[in-house]
């Protein structure tokens, strides 16, 4: 993305809109880094990725503990993990992730990314989701070094994108 990409004052069911429209688009082998703090809705948005693609979103809870959960529907599976308690880079490879990172069939999906940033695929599609002044809204913003998937996202997205 020449710039990053930003969309403003998403309510829960905006956040399910933008999920279910980047679902339509995204190649069948991506990495997700989810970036925000504590109560931004990192597994909010996994969970309506979850569900767009149609797994029950009760069946995705946040991996802090479990560190990983696979869920398929149809031939996409969906690789969820959580970076919070990896005490660094080297742990977070001891897991396995680069087979994950590889598997055609797979979105990785990662929360607190930014914590193993050094070992994320370069095509990575960045999403930082930050709270809004009215807690129930957030901002989410876009960024990636893979232009191919820039315009993708740019291309599914640009109805939610303001105008101007």
């Excluded at 590889?102 to 994320?120: C, K, P, S, Y």
């Excluded at 990636?144 to 101007?164: F, I, Y």
Aim: aromatic share 6%; glycine share 6%; charged share 25%.
């Amino acid at each position: 993305m020449k710039s990053n990409l930003v969309i403003k004052s998403l309510d829960l069911a905006g956040l399910q809109d933008l999920a279910a429209r980047l679902v339509r688009c995204l190649p069948k082998r991506l990495t997700l880094g989810l970036v925000g703090t504590l109560g931004a809705g990192k597994t909010a948005f996994v969970q309506a990725i979850s569900r767009a693609i149609g797994v029950d979103a009760a069946d995705v809870t946040s991996p802090t503990f479990t560190l990983l959960q696979s869920h398929r529907s149809g031939d996409q599976i969906l690789h969820h993990l959580d970076a919070y308690r990896v005490v660094d880079e080297d742990e977070f490879l001891e897991l396995g992730v680069e087979e994950l990172f590889d598997d055609e069939q797979a979105w990785t999906l990662i929360e607190w990314a930014d914590r193993v940033e050094g070992v994320m695929p370069r095509e990575t599609l960045w999403l930082e989701l930050r709270i809004e002044e009215q807690p129930d809204l957030r901002t989410v913003e876009f960024r990636t070094s893979d232009s191919g998937l820039a315009r993708v996202v740019e291309t599914a997205l640009r109805e939610m994108m303001p105008s101007g």
